[in-house]
């Protein structure tokens, strides 16, 4: 099994940073790939970001150029770096792991972009 902890939301201003981090536990080994989904009121939830075993990164176009996803291995924990915030970035985000468990989502952390 793999738990997943995600903390760094908070409330800032359009074009502000904010720096989200996901820490993960238990059968990290098993971990094929982890990254970032999100979802904004009344929408439904979306890909933000992910990197896979390999290293390779894949991030949606909303988000390509302002938000960066960095990992550490040694200490099982994933970055996302979100420069030039909107407010259409608001939404609560979610830390996904894909393993040979299947899918594991963290509990969601807030994000509010303020114009």
């Known amino acids: 099994q793999v738990q997943l902890v995600e903390s760094g939301g908070g409330l800032v201003q359009s074009g502000d940073s904010l720096r989200l981090s996901c820490a993960a536990s238990g059968s990290t080994f098993s971990i094929n790939a982890i990254g970032w989904y999100r979802q904004a009121p009344g929408k439904q939830r979306e890909f933000v970001a992910a990197?896979?075993?390999?290293?390779?990164?894949n991030y949606a176009d909303s988000v390509k150029g302002r938000f960066t996803l960095s990992r550490d291995n040694a200490k099982n924990t994933v970055w996302l770096q979100m420069n030039s915030l909107k407010p259409e970035d608001t939404a609560v985000y979610y830390c996904h792991a894909y393993s040979s468990y299947g899918s594991t989502w963290g509990q969601g952390t807030q994000v509010t972009v303020s114009s």
């Open positions: 990197i896979n075993s390999g290293g390779n990164t």
